[in-house]
């Protein structure tokens, strides 16, 4: 199950600021194989034992890596923690998306494929299941929050 919270909330268990706590800690742990390759799939990026990145476009650091890329390691290191995954493009929102046991923030939803298996909680409250559950929650959503004058 994917844990989706929707109200932004301060704590020491959510990263809101992917980039920077990426660059602050997870980029300094030990990658493993399947994260390596993770790199390799959403940033066509090649990690080398020295924690650099060869790209089509040069060298850089692995500080370097996209947004999107940092938020799905920041997930995968971390999976204890709420983490915000507004910043990512399509590509990084399919591969969370067949992840489990995860718990993410958003605001607003995305478009992205979700699979039809996939089961969703939205707040610890309501559960949903693949992309018709997810469109159908945020209609009852926006519809709350016009309702409100959120």
Same mark, same amino acid.
């Given at each position: 199950m994917i844990d989706i919270y929707t109200e932004k909330k301060n704590s020491k268990d959510w990263i809101l600021k992917n980039d920077l706590y990426f660059n &602050?800690?997870?980029s300094n742990e030990e990658m493993s194989?399947?994260?390596i390759e993770l790199i390799r799939e959403v940033d066509d990026?090649? &990690?080398t034992p020295d924690k650099?990145?060869?790209t089509k476009y040069g060298l850089g650091t692995i500080r370097n890596l996209s947004s999107g890329c940092k938020t799905l &390691? $920041?997930? /995968?290191k971390h999976p204890e923690k709420v983490v915000c995954v507004e910043e990512c493009?399509? $590509?990084v929102l399919k591969k969370i998306f067949e992840m489990d046991n995860i718990k /993410?923030?958003?605001s607003r939803p995305s478009f992205m494929e979700i699979p039809k298996n996939v089961r969703l909680r939205f707040n610890d409250k309501?559960? /949903?299941v693949g992309s018709a559950g997810y469109h159908a929650w945020w209609s009852k959503e926006y519809e709350r929050r016009e309702g409100h004058d959120l």
């Amino acid at each position: 199950m994917i844990d989706i919270y929707t109200e932004k909330k301060n704590s020491k268990d959510w990263i809101l600021k992917n980039d920077l706590y990426f660059n &602050l800690s997870t980029s300094n742990e030990e990658m493993s194989k399947e994260e390596i390759e993770l790199i390799r799939e959403v940033d066509d990026a090649i &990690l080398t034992p020295d924690k650099h990145i060869e790209t089509k476009y040069g060298l850089g650091t692995i500080r370097n890596l996209s947004s999107g890329c940092k938020t799905l &390691l $920041n997930i /995968v290191k971390h999976p204890e923690k709420v983490v915000c995954v507004e910043e990512c493009g399509p $590509n990084v929102l399919k591969k969370i998306f067949e992840m489990d046991n995860i718990k /993410v923030y958003m605001s607003r939803p995305s478009f992205m494929e979700i699979p039809k298996n996939v089961r969703l909680r939205f707040n610890d409250k309501e559960v /949903v299941v693949g992309s018709a559950g997810y469109h159908a929650w945020w209609s009852k959503e926006y519809e709350r929050r016009e309702g409100h004058d959120l």
